[in-house]
Every structure is written in C-alpha cells, then in structure tokens.
C-alpha cells in the first residue's frame, strides 16, 4: 500500500507528522504551497513542492517543483491530491488542510470526501484531531482509548445504516443528515469502537 503525505499551510501537529515520517510511514512527502516552510521547520525535504505559492512567497529552487497560476479553477490541494493519484498513492495524509480561512477548510473537507469517494484512503491530521473520511458500504474501526471524543458527520445528504459501536452513545443502522448536529460529541471508553455506514459518507472526527 503506498501512502503520500501531503502538507499545507495551516497549522497541525508538527510532532506527529515527524514521528510517522521517521518512522518511514510516507512513500512519498509533498509540500503544498506555504507547508514547506512547515516541512522545513521540522527539517523534512519533501519529494515534490506544488502550487501557485502565493502563500509561500516565493517558488522553492534545488528541488522537484510544479508551479501554477494563480489564476486557476482548481485550489493547490485539489491539485496535489490528483498529484498524489497520479503516483499510484493507495492512502493520502494530509496534514494543514485544517484550521487558517474557513473557507479553505470547507473546500479541503469537501475535497478530502470526494476523493474518498473515489477509492482513495484519505484523512486529515490537525493540531488536535484526526478526520477519516468513511465511504459506505464501509467500517473504520478504532483502538480502545481512556477517554476522548469522536463525532460523526454525514458529508452527504443522507448516509443510511450508520453504526456506532463502543462508544459511549451507540447508534443500530440510523440515518444521518447533512442537516444536524447528530453524531456531536461521542465518548470513548476504553474499548475498541466501530463505526460503520451502509450508503453515503461520512467525516469521522477522533483523537489524535
């Protein structure tokens, strides 16, 4: 399974990136727009650097770079993504997509879901929190923790057979809307949990 991390210019958990990283968790690091001055603060020299950066600054030298217009339909992480399907990327870890202008998060959120959509593992790393994106039918499945929150949010207007086992609040195959709060605030409690969706997809929302 080939896994890309991609980095852009919003803040997320520094450490936890490195970590992975070290560990050899990445085939391949791509830094999109301004997170590569987040890439180079954690001493990482990714393997590509892409968009228009306007954010950055500047266009980095020495390296593998793809540069764009500013003036384009599509954002440098919509951009990356494809970049990453086109190297053959089974799963995508996408780290400063989160946090910054609302509205980029927003497009990031809708993106990371569509590309879900199209058979792509992806998920979104924050400071804090780490989003999958579920796509049914389908089951993620959580380690046991002490204490933490998971919500579940339905990205679709409707995600039937939704499931949530182990948690404190279980849900038995209901129907989730793109119109609620339902799926806010869900504990763990020390067990394995499962999540699971008949039809639809959802943004699962969990500790990191």
Not at 69 to 79: R, T, Y
Not at 120 to 149: H, Q, Y
Request: proline content about 4%; charged content about 20%.
């Amino acid at each position: 399974m080939s896994t890309v991390a991609l980095v852009g210019a919003s803040d997320f958990n520094a450490a936890h990136f490195a970590a992975h990283w070290k560990e050899g968790a990445f085939d391949a690091v791509i830094a999109v727009d301004g997170g590569f001055a987040s890439l180079a603060a954690v001493d990482c020299a990714p393997d590509l650097a892409m968009g228009d950066f306007d954010s950055l600054g500047y266009v980095p030298e020495g390296m593998s770079v793809k540069a764009f217009s500013p003036e384009k339909d599509a954002s440098d992480m919509e951009l990356a993504l494809e970049e990453a399907l086109a190297r053959g990327a089974d799963a995508v870890e996408v780290y400063g997509a989160l946090g910054g202008r609302l509205d980029h998060t927003v497009a990031n959120l809708q993106l990371l879901a569509s590309f879900a959509e199209r058979g792509l593992a992806v998920a979104a790393v924050g400071e804090r929190e780490r989003i999958a994106f579920l796509v049914g039918p389908g089951e993620l499945r959580l380690p046991a923790l002490p204490s933490g929150i998971v919500s579940v949010f339905s990205l679709t207007d409707v995600s039937a057979g939704v499931v949530e086992e182990g948690l404190k609040y279980g849900l038995d195959g209901v129907a989730l809307t793109n119109r609620t709060s339902w799926g806010l605030s869900n504990e763990m409690v020390d067990e394995p949990a499962r999540i699971a969706v008949e039809s639809g997809t959802l943004a699962v929302f969990m500790p990191l």
